[in-house]
Structure formats: C-alpha cells, structure tokens
Nanobody, 123 residues
Framework: QVQLVESGGGLVQAGGSLRLSCAAS????????MAWYRQAPGKQRELVAT???????NYADSVQGRFTISRDNAKNTVYLQMNSLKPEDTADYYC?????????????????WGQGTLVTVSP
C-alpha cells in the first residue's frame, strides 16, 4: 500500500557531499516521523537521523554537524544532505517512515522501509 523509493547514492571521495532523497507513495493519509538508517558491511543497522512531521530533528553523534535531514511534507519526501563525508560513512542507507494509511475505518499505522541506496566514500 505504501512504498518508499530512495535515490542519490553513489561513489564520492572523502570530504565530498551527497544528497539522498526518499519519496513515499501510496495510500498515505499522513506521515509522522521519517528517518534515515545505515548499515555498513558486517555491522548492524544504525540510526542516522530522524525528523518529525513538525520538523524536529535528531542525529547520531557520528554525523552531527555534517549531515542534515529535511523533509517536504507536500511531496512526502525526506532528504539527507551529507557533507564532509568520511570512508566510515560507507554503507547502505535506508529510509524509514511511520505512515498513517488511508482507510474507511480506524487509523492504520505502518512502519515502512525503502530498498536502500549504497553510499561509498573513497579515501
């Protein structure tokens, strides 16, 4: 019923920048918190940043000051601007959204994940 599609990953040199996008589509009534996670090879998935529907943000310590999460509620899209990238930022980046789905009955809540986009930072 709801899909998240990420884009913007790629290969960049250390110190460079990338901007990830994640667009939600489907039977969406409202999207609450949106987030970016990442998973490096051989490591657990970790939270990178979150943003509420009102625009409040939180960041992992490892990306604070370098990454910026933002969203366009009219487009159901969340972004992650990544600056001063480091090789340790190399990972698959996943979008996550807490979605209220359109129904004829009571509100229905879904947690939806994107398929991931690979970010590779070379030394």
């Amino acid at each position: 019923q709801v899909q998240l599609v990420e884009s913007g990953g790629g290969l960049v040199q250390a110190g460079g920048s990338l901007r990830l996008s994640c667009a939600a589509s489907g039977s969406i009534f409202r999207i609450n918190t949106m987030a970016w996670y990442r998973q490096a090879p051989g490591k657990q998935r970790e939270l990178v940043a979150t943003i509420t529907s009102g625009g409040s943000t939180n960041y992992a310590d490892s990306v604070q000051g370098r990454f910026t999460i933002s969203r366009d509620n009219a487009k159901n899209t969340v972004y992650l601007q990544m600056n001063s990238l480091k090789p340790e930022d190399t990972a698959d980046y996943y979008c996550n959204a807490a979605v209220v789905v359109i129904t004829t009955g009571p509100n229905r809540y879904l947690e939806v994940w994107g398929q991931g986009t690979l970010v590779t930072v070379s030394p």
